[in-house]
């Protein structure tokens, strides 16, 4: 097994006992992390294999993956999520998102804010913000929210008043109106 994942499942892996399944909240779904171009893709397909069948995690998913990636991981083991870079000002990932759909598959849209910026923004997004009496984040993660069922944005913050800000966003509904009109943002 490739040395990554055996450290991210089992990061005391030289002091536990591998007889006995663990079902932790953390070890309970794992994502390997973009496929290691060092290593054999199909060994570390089979290495996810291994570790859902011995119990050591129950659902497993990629990141950073492109649909061939994912088509190819589904023939050795059942990919529950996928998350990638993806928001409102960065929809490289769009082919893979319609994919996730089309498969039941759920799509992790990591930067879901770019950081930040999109709540910064004065042009498209802060233009639907002030119509809709919302902020730029609140605007980007209804956007993602209304993208797709498959959709679960994971903004991440450090406040508390931003992450109510955040949760309150599911209740909003914004129009896709403008929403093309949104320049990329430049990854920071
Ligand atoms: N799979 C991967 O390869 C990968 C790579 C990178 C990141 N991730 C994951 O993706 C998640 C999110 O990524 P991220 O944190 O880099 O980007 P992000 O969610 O797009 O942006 C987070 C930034 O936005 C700010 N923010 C959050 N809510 C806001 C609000 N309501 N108003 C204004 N600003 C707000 C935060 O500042 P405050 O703290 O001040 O709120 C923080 O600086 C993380 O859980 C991270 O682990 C995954």
């Known amino acids: 097994m490739p040395l990554s994942l055996r450290c991210a499942v089992f990061p005391n892996w030289g002091s ?3 007889t006995r399944p663990i079902a932790t909240a953390q070890t309970s779904r794992k994502k390997l992390h973009t496929v290691d171009g060092r290593v054999q893709r199909d060994e570390q ?3 996810v294999r291994k570790l859902l069948d011995d119990g050591f995690i129950r659902h497993a998913g990629l990141s950073n993956a492109s649909v061939f990636e994912i088509e190819a991981a589904r023939k050795v083991f059942p990919v529950t999520t996928v ?4 928001n409102l000002a960065d929809r490289k990932s769009e082919d893979v998102v319609d994919y ?5 598959i ?6 879901p804010l770019a950081a930040g910026e999109l709540n910064r923004q004065r042009g498209a997004v802060g233009r639907i913000a002030t119509a809709h009496n919302a902020t730029g984040a609140q605007v980007a993660i209804a956007w993602l929210l209304r993208r797709s ?3 679960l944005p994971i903004p991440g913050t450090l406040r508390v008043t931003h992450l109510k800000e955040n949760v309150a966003a599911a209740s909003f509904s914004t129009p896709y109106q403008g929403t093309h009109a949104v320049h990329p943002v430049r990854r920071v």
């Open 106 to 111: 759920g799509f992790i849209p990591w930067y």
């Open 45 to 47: 397909f089979e290495a």
């Open 100 to 104: 996730c759909a089309a498969n039941g």
């Open 16 to 18: 536990i006992s591998l």
């Open 149 to 151: 069922p498959i959709m």
């Open 83 to 86: 998350q990638n870079r993806y």
